[in-house]
């Protein structure tokens, strides 16, 4: 796991937090999957959740239907013998229509050892929209379903048009999937598995 750290003006306000707080529930919840995702691979994450657009710079995506938002990040390593200390600044673009807003700085801000932001920002939001909270909760199955098929495909050194053709499914279909905007069958599910190489459990817990 990777350190999450906001970043934080002179004055203490948080650019991230803020853009976080100005969306509704089910696009927070979208955002925080993808932080969360960021938090768990760090540096390793890969499209169509990020990309590296230079100079050590990266934009995190965050799709939900036709609601577009970009958070710009940058690594920083703690000890240089390990890669697991990396901590991640945020930086945040909102699109909306031709209008773009970027929040930018150098500043490094605090230590790179830092509390996860996105773990202490889901568990104040958590206690005070309920609205958010139920949201989160009803997301998981999805994004673990998303995170499989990413996985899946990687571990199998495939492009998501080999596993289009395979499963005789549009190239749109898979990045959907990828993205967490799709709402797979369980044909589909099945599908994939097999273009995998692995077997479909479905289970009650």
């Given at each position: ?154 571990s199998c050194g495939l492009s998501q ?45």
């Amino acid at each position: 796991m990777f350190d999450i750290e906001f970043y934080r003006t002179r004055n203490g306000s948080c650019p991230m937090e803020s853009f976080l707080d100005s969306l509704d529930s089910k696009m927070a919840v979208k955002a925080l999957q993808e932080l969360s995702l960021l938090a768990e691979k760090g540096i390793e994450l890969r499209e169509p959740h990020s990309k590296a657009i230079g100079d050590g710079l990266f934009e995190l995506r965050i799709k939900l239907g036709s609601d577009i938002s970009r958070a710009f990040y940058f690594s920083l390593r703690a000890d240089a013998s390990s890669s697991q200390t990396a901590s991640l600044r945020s930086r945040r673009k909102r699109l909306r229509g031709k209008s773009d807003e970027l929040a930018f700085s150098n500043k490094i801000g605090r230590n790179a050892m830092a509390v996860n932001d996105v773990q202490a920002y889901l568990e104040k939001r958590s206690e005070h929209d309920a609205d958010f909270a139920q949201a989160w909760e009803d997301a998981k199955p999805e994004y673990e379903i998303m995170k499989l098929i990413v996985e899946g495909r990687r571990s199998c050194g495939l492009s998501q048009q080999e596993v289009a053709d395979r499963c005789g499914m549009q190239q749109s279909n898979i990045s959907r999937l990828e993205n967490g905007n799709g709402n797979p069958t369980i044909s589909t599910l099945q599908k994939l598995a097999h273009c995998f190489g692995k077997k479909l459990e479905i289970r009650f817990v």
